[in-house]
Nanobody, 118 residues
Framework: VQLQASGGGLVQPGGSLRLSCAAS???????????VAWYRQAPGKERERVAG???????DYADSVKGRFTISRDNAKNTVYLQMSSLKPEDTAVYYC??????????WGQGTLVTVSS
């Protein structure tokens, strides 16, 4: 089972990016019921939860990204997305996706770097 994150890059303040995280080695029916989430870790800081979505499609967001970031999923593609808008320099970090299976086991993606700078 793997999670492959992509979509990071360099963007100017105020810009947008969409991150993707594709899960392999799991059926669509199982993936659709799993909780998924995005975390980030900035240099010298602890990893923090950015957004999460449960199998029932309910979501949660960190206060720092509410109104700017949107988490979504395409269960037919075993993929979760993070649409990021109005990006700020403080959003600069390595972003990781996470999936929790039916037994509570956690899988992490490899991380994708987002740099917000002019």
């Amino acid at each position: 089972v793997q999670l492959q994150a992509s979509g990071g890059g360099l963007v100017q303040p105020g810009g947008s990016l969409r991150l993707s995280c594709a899960a392999s080695g799991v059926s669509r029916s199982i993936f659709s019921g799993n909780a998924v989430a995005w975390y980030r870790q900035a240099p010298g800081k602890e990893r923090e939860r950015v957004a999460g979505m449960r199998g029932d499609m309910s979501t949660d967001y960190a206060d720092s990204v509410k109104g700017r970031f949107t988490i979504s999923r395409d269960n037919a593609k075993n993929t979760v997305y993070l649409q990021m808008s109005s990006l700020k320099p403080e959003d600069t970090a390595v972003y990781y996706c996470k999936r929790v299976n039916d037994y509570g086991y956690t899988y992490w993606g490899q991380g994708t770097l987002v740099t917000v700078s002019s």
